[in-house]
Protein backbone atom coordinates (compact mmCIF):
# COMPACT_ATOMS: atom_id res chain seq x y z
CA UNK A 1 0.00 0.00 0.00
CA UNK A 2 1.45 3.54 -1.20
CA UNK A 3 1.71 5.88 1.84
CA UNK A 4 2.31 9.59 1.46
CA UNK A 5 5.87 8.48 2.94
CA UNK A 6 6.33 5.90 -0.10
CA UNK A 7 5.57 8.99 -2.55
CA UNK A 8 8.43 11.16 -1.34
CA UNK A 9 11.52 11.12 -3.01
CA UNK A 10 14.65 12.46 -0.84
CA UNK A 11 17.50 14.01 -2.86
CA UNK A 12 20.00 14.62 -0.16
CA UNK A 13 23.04 17.37 -1.60
CA UNK A 14 21.38 17.23 -4.78
CA UNK A 15 19.31 19.60 -6.59
CA UNK A 16 18.29 17.87 -9.41
CA UNK A 17 15.76 15.33 -10.43
CA UNK A 18 14.88 13.36 -13.92
CA UNK A 19 11.13 14.09 -14.44
CA UNK A 20 10.54 12.28 -17.18
CA UNK A 21 8.15 10.03 -15.60
CA UNK A 22 6.12 12.58 -14.20
CA UNK A 23 6.13 14.63 -17.81
CA UNK A 24 4.25 10.87 -19.30
CA UNK A 25 1.63 11.33 -16.84
CA UNK A 26 -1.67 13.39 -17.43
CA UNK A 27 -2.01 16.61 -15.77
CA UNK A 28 -2.48 17.22 -12.30
CA UNK A 29 -0.26 13.99 -11.36
CA UNK A 30 2.30 15.20 -8.61
CA UNK A 31 5.44 14.27 -6.71
CA UNK A 32 6.65 14.95 -3.49
CA UNK A 33 10.54 15.54 -2.47
CA UNK A 34 12.55 16.73 -0.18
CA UNK A 35 15.89 18.52 -1.03
CA UNK A 36 18.55 18.79 1.45
CA UNK A 37 22.05 20.81 0.87
CA UNK A 38 24.47 21.82 3.65
CA UNK A 39 25.69 24.38 1.81
CA UNK A 40 24.21 26.67 -1.05
CA UNK A 41 26.15 29.81 -2.34
CA UNK A 42 23.95 32.90 -3.08
CA UNK A 43 26.18 35.59 -3.76
CA UNK A 44 29.79 36.72 -3.26
CA UNK A 45 30.29 36.50 0.49
CA UNK A 46 27.05 35.08 1.01
CA UNK A 47 26.09 31.73 1.74
CA UNK A 48 22.66 29.09 3.06
CA UNK A 49 23.44 26.86 5.19
CA UNK A 50 21.20 24.16 6.06
CA UNK A 51 19.09 23.94 3.14
CA UNK A 52 15.79 22.32 2.94
CA UNK A 53 12.73 22.71 0.76
CA UNK A 54 10.38 20.36 0.75
CA UNK A 55 8.31 20.72 -2.39
CA UNK A 56 5.16 18.96 -4.22
CA UNK A 57 5.90 19.00 -7.95
CA UNK A 58 2.32 19.11 -10.30
CA UNK A 59 2.41 18.61 -14.09
CA UNK A 60 0.86 21.34 -15.93
CA UNK A 61 -0.16 21.61 -19.21
CA UNK A 62 4.00 22.54 -20.57
CA UNK A 63 5.09 22.89 -17.80
CA UNK A 64 5.72 21.47 -14.10
CA UNK A 65 4.59 23.80 -11.10
CA UNK A 66 6.83 23.54 -8.35
CA UNK A 67 5.35 25.00 -4.80
CA UNK A 68 8.25 24.49 -2.00
CA UNK A 69 8.59 25.39 1.53
CA UNK A 70 12.13 26.27 2.01
CA UNK A 71 14.12 26.45 5.18
CA UNK A 72 17.31 27.58 5.53
CA UNK A 73 20.46 30.18 7.75
CA UNK A 74 21.92 32.73 6.38
CA UNK A 75 24.61 33.95 8.12
CA UNK A 76 24.54 37.72 7.92
CA UNK A 77 25.32 41.07 9.75
CA UNK A 78 22.94 43.21 11.76
CA UNK A 79 22.29 46.44 10.19
CA UNK A 80 22.67 47.55 13.61
CA UNK A 81 25.04 46.34 16.06
CA UNK A 82 27.36 44.89 12.78
CA UNK A 83 27.54 41.77 14.64
CA UNK A 84 27.60 38.45 12.72
CA UNK A 85 24.30 36.12 12.77
CA UNK A 86 22.31 33.59 12.00
CA UNK A 87 19.12 34.53 10.03
CA UNK A 88 16.97 31.71 9.81
CA UNK A 89 14.85 32.13 6.75
CA UNK A 90 11.54 30.26 6.57
CA UNK A 91 9.40 30.75 3.01
CA UNK A 92 6.46 29.11 0.87
CA UNK A 93 7.43 29.48 -3.25
CA UNK A 94 5.74 28.93 -6.05
CA UNK A 95 6.93 28.81 -10.00
CA UNK A 96 6.18 27.23 -12.88
CA UNK A 97 9.48 25.03 -14.56
CA UNK A 98 8.54 25.27 -18.51
CA UNK A 99 8.74 21.88 -20.45
CA UNK A 100 10.99 22.64 -23.59
CA UNK A 101 10.65 19.64 -25.54
CA UNK A 102 8.16 16.95 -25.72
CA UNK A 103 8.99 13.81 -23.53
CA UNK A 104 8.01 11.07 -26.02
CA UNK A 105 9.36 12.44 -29.20
CA UNK A 106 11.79 14.42 -28.43
CA UNK A 107 10.39 17.41 -30.42
CA UNK A 108 10.74 21.22 -29.45
CA UNK A 109 7.22 22.34 -27.86
CA UNK A 110 5.72 25.05 -29.52
CA UNK A 111 6.84 28.31 -27.27
CA UNK A 112 3.30 28.89 -26.18
CA UNK A 113 4.68 31.67 -23.83
CA UNK A 114 2.81 34.81 -24.78
CA UNK A 115 1.61 38.39 -23.31
CA UNK A 116 -1.68 36.98 -22.51
CA UNK A 117 0.04 34.12 -20.32
CA UNK A 118 -0.24 34.87 -16.72
CA UNK A 119 1.80 32.00 -15.74
CA UNK A 120 4.74 32.92 -17.71
CA UNK A 121 4.72 36.55 -18.50
CA UNK A 122 7.51 38.46 -19.84
CA UNK A 123 10.47 36.19 -18.57
CA UNK A 124 11.85 33.09 -20.05
CA UNK A 125 11.83 32.08 -15.86
CA UNK A 126 13.02 28.58 -15.08
CA UNK A 127 12.94 25.84 -18.01
CA UNK A 128 13.08 21.94 -17.60
CA UNK A 129 16.44 20.73 -19.23
CA UNK A 130 16.43 18.79 -22.74
CA UNK A 131 17.27 15.21 -20.93
CA UNK A 132 14.90 16.06 -18.58
CA UNK A 133 16.20 16.60 -15.94
CA UNK A 134 14.63 19.34 -13.20
CA UNK A 135 17.79 21.27 -11.30
CA UNK A 136 15.90 23.88 -9.04
CA UNK A 137 19.44 25.03 -7.59
CA UNK A 138 18.98 28.24 -9.12
CA UNK A 139 15.21 28.59 -8.18
CA UNK A 140 16.33 27.72 -4.90
CA UNK A 141 18.91 30.43 -4.93
CA UNK A 142 16.66 33.19 -5.65
CA UNK A 143 14.07 32.30 -3.56
CA UNK A 144 16.25 32.44 -0.28
CA UNK A 145 17.98 35.64 -1.59
CA UNK A 146 14.41 37.75 -2.06
CA UNK A 147 13.62 36.36 1.86
CA UNK A 148 16.88 38.09 3.49
CA UNK A 149 15.29 40.90 5.07
CA UNK A 150 16.48 44.28 4.26
CA UNK A 151 17.57 45.43 7.39
CA UNK A 152 19.38 42.22 8.98
CA UNK A 153 18.70 42.47 12.52
CA UNK A 154 20.45 39.87 15.00
CA UNK A 155 16.76 40.26 17.17
CA UNK A 156 14.97 41.03 20.21
CA UNK A 157 18.44 40.77 22.59
CA UNK A 158 20.36 43.58 19.97
CA UNK A 159 22.43 45.73 22.02
CA UNK A 160 21.76 48.68 19.64
CA UNK A 161 23.88 50.82 17.92
CA UNK A 162 27.64 50.75 19.06
CA UNK A 163 28.16 54.61 18.36
CA UNK A 164 26.17 56.83 19.85
CA UNK A 165 25.41 58.84 16.79
CA UNK A 166 21.69 60.01 18.28
CA UNK A 167 23.20 62.04 20.62
CA UNK A 168 25.06 64.10 17.17
CA UNK A 169 21.78 63.67 15.18
CA UNK A 170 20.21 65.69 17.81
CA UNK A 171 22.82 68.38 18.28
CA UNK A 172 22.54 68.89 14.39
CA UNK A 173 19.26 69.17 14.62
CA UNK A 174 19.16 71.53 16.89
CA UNK A 175 21.95 73.45 15.58
CA UNK A 176 20.32 73.49 11.62
CA UNK A 177 16.60 74.56 13.49
CA UNK A 178 18.43 77.47 14.73
CA UNK A 179 20.04 77.94 11.15
CA UNK A 180 15.88 77.97 9.41
CA UNK A 181 14.37 79.82 11.91
CA UNK A 182 17.18 82.91 11.04
CA UNK A 183 17.01 82.29 7.69
CA UNK A 184 13.17 82.63 7.92
CA UNK A 185 13.58 86.11 10.20
CA UNK A 186 15.98 87.62 7.30
CA UNK A 187 13.35 86.57 4.55
CA UNK A 188 9.85 88.52 4.71
CA UNK A 189 10.32 92.51 3.23
CA UNK A 190 13.98 92.73 3.12
CA UNK A 191 15.57 95.80 1.63
CA UNK A 192 17.82 94.86 -0.87
CA UNK A 193 21.29 97.18 -0.78
ZN1 LIG B 1 22.29 43.51 16.42
Known sequence: MATEEDRTVDLPG???LNV???LMEPVGAIRDIVIEIESLPLDVDLVARNVTAKARL?????AILVTADVAAIVPLECA???AAYNQPIAERFSEP???LVDVRTGAE?????DATDD?????????????????LGEALRQWIVLAIPMQPSCGPDCPGPLLRSTDQEDEFDHRFASLASLLDDDEPGNDKS
Do not use: M, W, Y
Not at 58 to 62: A, E, G, P, Y
Open 97 to 99: IRQ
Open 58 to 62: TRLKD
Open 14 to 16: DTR
Open 20 to 22: ASL
Open 109 to 113: LPNTV
Open 80 to 82: ICL
Open 119 to 135: VAESEPGFTIGDNHELD
